[in-house]
């Protein structure tokens, strides 16, 4: 079965900080895709960035940036140079084979203090 | 502007009493999808369609009920047998074809119990 987990529940930075979001996934397909989602205090979930079993390249886009390690079954999120606009609640979700049933982990709630 | 809107934003019932959530999207997508998101948890599939007239049952679909009538609305019922029905309903849109298309987001529906 497949299953997402984000330990983190709570995280708080100072702007300007660094941060990593972890996210831990399981499955037993080879062939899977995880995705990150960021929820703002408005309540729609945004997509970030989708990435494929097959492709462990690390990934960068502005300030954020992701690790996606198979070894360790690990797809972490870091935001460089935190901002207040950062904060909201991120979630990390799993697919797999070329299915669309999406598994959530629990989310992880990010403030960043001006 | 393409996008899923949801309606209402809030929604309050009464015991015993059917409410119907609104969803309707106009970016062409085949699937739809309801979630439930509770407090701490990450999000839980209710019901998904992938083609008009047709759908699916998710994880959690007891005490709820749904229908695909037109590929732009999924009109998602909670049903007196749901008994714990106070959660945050997101609405979601995909691509079908391909794989592991990323899911678009509502800025959902907040119901609670009178």
């Known amino acids: ?114 | 502007d393409g996008g899923i809107t949801q309606s209402p934003k809030y929604l309050f019932r009464k015991e015993g009493q059917n409410v119907t959530l609104s969803c309707e999207q106009n970016l062409n997508h085949d699937a739809m999808y309801w979630y439930r998101q509770d407090p701490g948890q990450g999000l839980r599939l209710i019901y998904y369609s992938q083609i008009v007239n047709d759908f699916q049952k998710g994880d959690i679909a007891e005490g709820y009920s749904v229908s695909r009538e037109k590929k732009e609305s999924f009109p998602l019922t909670v049903t007196s047998a749901q008994k714990n029905p106070t959660a945050f309903y997101l609405c979601a849109s995909s691509f079908w074809e391909g794989s592991n298309q990323p899911q678009h987001f509502g800025d959902g529906t907040r119901l609670s119990i009178l």
Request: charged content about 20%.
């Open chain 1, 1 to 114: 079965a497949q299953k997402v987990t984000q330990a983190q529940t709570e995280i708080s930075v100072v702007e300007k900080e660094d941060v990593t979001l972890d996210c831990v996934y399981e499955t037993r397909d080879t062939t899977y895709y995880l995705f990150w989602y960021k929820q703002p205090p408005s309540g729609e979930l945004v997509f970030l960035i989708r990435r494929n079993s097959f492709d462990e390249q690390n990934e960068i886009s502005g300030r954020y940036s992701w690790n996606f390690q198979k070894s360790t079954s690990s797809f972490n999120f870091t935001i460089t140079a935190s901002q207040v606009v950062d904060s909201a609640v991120y979630f990390c979700a799993l697919t797999e084979g070329y299915g669309q049933n999406f598994v959530f982990g629990p989310g992880t709630r990010l403030s960043v203090l001006p």
